[in-house]
């Protein structure tokens, strides 16, 4: 019998990548004679994490979609071309009938998803955000199915194709306890004064990383602090690095373990971390991208307000008296919560929904 494949594609953020690595995760579980692989590009992040899940990766050259005019557009379309090319010759080791593209988007996955097209493969697509990216809205038109997090998106794609799966999070968002003791040599379970979690994601903040270091005294006064950097940052802040302060560049593994033992998380607004905040009823302070297509990271964080009272700072509003106003307000409604993440009910059903939508389309497609 020949092998099933599933290939995986998505980059340019964590935020794209976590999605897949949790679907990975679970394939791999669920399907063990499935291959899985990954195509992805050559500096992205995606590289450093799938290496952490060990599957074959396949690096090739992507150049990033604009909405605007950029002389560097016309260097990317030639690496799009070549990226296509790339990941044609890659596919088309693999039988149309017995291999599957799944794209978690990002600039990287728009050449994967032309060429799993131009090679006959089935193409699945998942848009976390609920205003859709370029990326996505690209590979649509090359998709047979796109599953969405957010009803809000159904109105970006073809409705024939689209499915509403939610958001495909981590498993650990719904175990009540927390798995990992330590992280960066600090026990975070028995540590004295509250955690408090800063990060801007992967490839971090330049504006949260400033709030912090512009705030850091006063804040270890109240706080142990975890600070994820990004790995551009991570240099500048690993001399600061003392028993209530505790910079990283990127923390997958643990990431979760972490949110549940903080007190208070301060983030901006991807759709990822704050899908992984409402599952554990975690009261946030969020501080949008200004900058995000369609503003689409505030909307998410209005999900988030009003679902279980977090806050939110537009970047036109952030003083020091605004942020530690709404420190202190988060301070105030999570006492109780202290290391312990809450579990609403019905957060199971929504996760099991997610996934189990995806592989049941998968299983479908491949005839598994």
Do not use: W
């Not at 790995?231 to 549940?260: H, M, P, R, T, W």
């Amino acid at each position: 019998m020949t092998k099933k494949v599933v290939v995986f594609t998505g980059g340019g953020s964590g935020g794209h990548v976590i999605p897949a690595i949790t679907l990975i995760k679970n394939l791999r579980s669920d399907f063990p004679s499935v291959s899985v692989r990954y195509i992805g590009g050559i500096n992205g992040i995606e590289g450093q994490l799938i290496s952490n899940v060990e599957i074959p990766y396949k690096a090739i050259y992507t150049g990033k979609l604009r909405r605007y005019f950029s002389m560097e557009n016309f260097f990317d379309i030639f690496k799009l071309l070549v990226g296509t090319i790339q990941s044609f010759l890659y596919l088309m080791k693999f039988s149309k009938k017995n291999c599957l593209i799944f794209s978690t988007g990002g600039f990287v996955s728009v050449p994967v998803v032309i060429a799993g097209f131009l090679t006959g493969k089935k193409v699945f697509i998942h848009e976390q955000t609920s205003r859709v990216g370029l990326a996505n809205r690209i590979s649509s038109f090359f998709a047979d199915k796109v599953f969405i997090s957010f009803e809000s998106s159904r109105r970006y794609f073809k409705n024939d194709k689209v499915v509403f799966s939610g958001y495909p999070l981590r498993d650990e968002c719904f175990q009540s306890f927390i798995k990992r003791d330590e992280v960066c040599g600090i026990d975070i379970k028995k540590n004295e004064k509250p955690i408090l979690f800063a990060t801007g994601g992967g490839n971090g903040s330049l504006l949260i990383n400033n709030l912090i270091l512009k705030n850091k005294k006063e804040l270890q006064k109240r706080f142990t602090i975890f600070h994820q950097v990004g790995k551009n940052f991570k240099k500048d802040f690993e001399a600061l690095n003392c028993a209530d302060y505790q910079s990283f560049d990127f923390l997958d593994e643990g990431i979760v373990d972490l949110f549940k033992a903080s007190s208070i998380v301060i983030s901006r607004a991807g759709a990822g971390t704050v899908s992984e905040l409402l599952a554990l009823k975690k009261p946030s302070l969020f501080i949008p991208l200004k900058i995000a297509q369609k503003n689409e990271q505030f909307h998410n964080a209005m999900e988030a307000k009003n679902t279980c009272g977090s806050e939110i700072i537009e970047e036109d509003f952030l003083d020091a008296d605004t942020f530690f106003r709404s420190i202190s307000k988060l301070e105030k409604s999570v006492a109780d919560r202290r290391n312990l993440a809450y579990r609403g009910p019905g957060v199971k059903k929504m996760e099991n929904k997610a996934k189990d939508l995806i592989f049941n389309e998968i299983e479908n497609a491949l005839k598994i």
